[in-house]
T-cell receptor, first 115, second 110 residues
Framework: DVKVTQSSRYLVKRTGEKVFLECVQDMDHENMFWYRQDPGLGLRLIYFSYDVKMKEKGDIPEGYSVSREKKERFSLILESASTNQTSMYLCASSGQGGPTNEKLFFGSGTQLSVL | EDKVVQSPLSLVVHEGDTVTLNCSYEVTNFRSLLWYKQEKKAPTFLFML????IEKKSGRLSSILDKKELFSILNITATQTGDSAIYLC??????????FGPGTRLSVLP
């Protein structure tokens, strides 16, 4: 069974802390994504990566950075957490080529609260 | 700017009712439209639509795409409480990215 695993289900952090959200996929997918989900706004893309060490900004990259040192792992970093970054963070991956590879597979999400 | 709009944003029905969820889109390069169901955690895949007029069906759920009018509908017949979820519509725009709508929150009451 395919799997995208996010390291934490719930996180509580203080304003100004550095926060790491980890995501690992076991499907050998090239593409990995970080979204945040807020009520009424849907999923908004923060960053994505289509290969190791490659990254592209999404729609709302400000205040975030990412790291993709290995194909299976994509990390989201909040350099200095702020209260407006309280949100549900979803990691996803997809492959390339062929209809079955073009679907997004999601992790279970990390609910981050910044106090 | 690529955009996906869903309506209604929320819906409350009773078990046994039939619902229709709407998704319209404006994207520069369309490859496919996807529907996901999100309960308490990860969105789970429902359908991928690439061609107009071909209905995809899975049990009580069905979906169809109109590429001329740029919309899709998701139908759920004989709803059950287990259908309560957020239904997400997303468009693959060939940009190695998926553009999501805001979702429709469906609540099915017993």
């Amino acid at each position: 069974d395919v799997k995208v695993t996010q390291s934490s289900r719930y996180l509580v952090k203080r304003t100004g802390e550095k926060v790491f959200l980890e995501c690992v996929q076991d499907m050998d997918h090239e593409n990995m994504f970080w979204y945040r989900q807020d009520p009424g706004l849907g999923l908004r893309l923060i960053y994505f990566s289509y290969d190791v060490k490659m990254k592209e900004k999404g729609d709302i990259p400000e205040g975030y950075s990412v790291s993709r040192e290995k194909k299976e792992r994509f990390s989201l970093i909040l350099e200095s957490a702020s209260t407006n970054q309280t949100s549900m963070y979803l990691c996803a991956s997809s492959g390339q080529g062929g209809p079955t590879n073009e679907k997004l597979f999601f992790g279970s999400g990390t609910q981050l609260s910044v106090l | 700017e690529d955009k996906v709009v869903q309506s209604p944003l929320s819906l409350v029905v009773h078990e046994g009712d039939t619902v229709t969820l709407n998704c319209s889109y404006e994207v520069t390069n369309f490859r496919s439209l996807l529907w996901y169901k999100q309960e308490k955690k990860a969105p789970t895949f429902l359908f991928m639509l690439t061609s107009s007029g071909i209905e995809k069906k899975s049990g009580r759920l069905s979906s169809i795409l109109d590429k001329k009018e740029l919309f899709s509908i998701l139908n759920i017949t004989a709803t059950q409480t287990g259908d309560s979820a957020i239904y997400l519509c997303a468009v693959d725009n060939y940009g190695q990215n998926f553009v999501f709508g805001p979702g429709t929150r469906l609540s099915v009451l017993p």
